[in-house]
């Protein structure tokens, strides 16, 4: 069994920062190997990609989100982390974590940037 559990999600003003957890579990997929992505879908629109980290942690991020958002890993604590800096209004979504190219996600963090 696989598992991905992501937390860190809340209710910021515009301009703030947070920093979203993704803790994996299960023995298939090994979270250090792996390359990890964050998703994100706010309402009314698709699911897209923000960042992903391959596992010798190179990095691709979403044009909106270029330079305002930082993946990384800690393998240690087998966690990937996305830290969102001078968030705005249209960051609000729902973030999701995903070992890429696998149907495996996690349940999900709301993000709600409101002033």
């Known amino acids: 069994q696989v598992h991905l559990v992501e937390s860190g999600g809340g209710l910021v003003q515009p301009g703030g920062s947070l920093r979203l957890s993704c803790v994996a579990s299960?023995?298939?997929?090994?979270?250090?190997?792996?390359?990890m992505a964050w998703h994100r879908q706010a309402p009314g629109k698709e699911r897209e990609l923000v960042a992903d980290?391959?596992?010798?942690?190179?990095?691709n991020y979403a044009d909106s989100v270029m330079g305002r958002f930082t993946i990384s890993r800690d393998r240690g604590k087998k966690t990937v982390y996305l830290q969102m800096n001078s968030l705005k209004p249209e960051d609000t979504a729902v973030y999701y974590c995903?070992?890429?190219?696998?149907?495996?996600w996690g349940q999900g963090t709301l993000v709600t940037v409101s002033s």
């Open positions: 995903n070992y890429r190219g696998t149907p495996i």
């Open positions: 299960g023995s298939i997929f090994n979270i250090n190997t792996m390359t």
């Open positions: 980290i391959t596992s010798g942690g190179a990095t």
